[in-house]
């Protein structure tokens, strides 16, 4: 009998953890994970939750973990690459969200899912209380690592993304049509018309060490960004 190797980790959770893990990683719908829950339920008498929200231990007190911070409100739930990005709502509404998402990379057919969320009419009005959250639980799972059953499975942030304006917000950075906006290299733009020119392809590349010292302080905000704490 040929003998099944490719879901070996099965053998070290639960029944409920690996459902969780299959009804997450295929995105299947609440009625389809109601549905399976049930079926095992019924036929093989088992033991499980019959509602896919237990199951997947979706929290129903939403509206009481939403907190006000300055600009709007700001929802975290948690993560583990980052994905920062600013979209509107509606076309005829000046109400936009902010998301934080993120993926799980040795997981490709897991779903991008949802971290944290800010809404208002205007981006966040600052860094400080839309990403601490975030900074603090990626530390914390780095330091500890994540708790999967009897096992503890080690956590390391591989990249954040985001687009030109969420990332000088996130990085509290000048606008990107600031003259010294590049993000990869100290090359002081041009300004032609409405566009900023670099280049100066042998300017001074940055650096971790160069941007937490501040050695080019027309590229910072006054103000520091918590990923500098990551």
């Known amino acids: 009998m040929e003998r099944d190797t490719n879901y070996q980790f099965f053998d070290n959770i639960s029944l409920q953890e690996g459902l969780r ?8 719908s609440r009625s389809t994970v109601n549905m399976i829950l049930g079926l095992l339920r019924r036929k093989l008498k088992l033991c499980l939750p019959a509602d896919a929200r237990t199951l997947l231990k979706t929290s129903t007190k939403v509206g009481m973990e939403i907190q006000p911070i300055l600009g709007g409100q700001f929802w975290y739930q948690g993560i583990e690459t980052v994905f920062i990005d600013g979209l509107p709502l509606y076309k005829s509404s000046a109400r ?23 809404c208002g009419f205007t981006k966040p009005d600052h860094v400080e ?11 914390k799972l780095q330091s500890s690592g994540l708790r999967f059953g009897d096992k503890t499975v080690g956590v390391k942030l591989h990249i954040f993304i ?5 990332r000088c917000f996130a990085k509290a950075t000048i606008s990107y049509v600031g003259k010294h906006s590049c993000h990869k290299c100290t090359c002081v733009g041009v300004h032609e018309g409405k566009k900023v020119i670099f280049d100066d392809v042998d300017a001074e590349l940055r650096t971790e060490e160069s941007f937490k010292g501040r050695t080019d302080k027309e590229h910072h905000k006054s103000w520091k960004s918590p990923l500098e704490d990551v």
């Open 96 to 118: 936009q969200l902010w998301p934080i998402l993120f993926k799980v990379e040795e997981l490709p057919d897991a779903p991008v899912m949802l971290a944290g969320v800010f």
């Open 129 to 139: 209380g839309f990403l601490r959250p975030l900074v603090d639980e990626v530390n």
């Open 21 to 28: 893990y299959v009804a997450v990683t295929k995105n299947l």
């Open 162 to 166: 985001a687009d030109l304006p969420a």
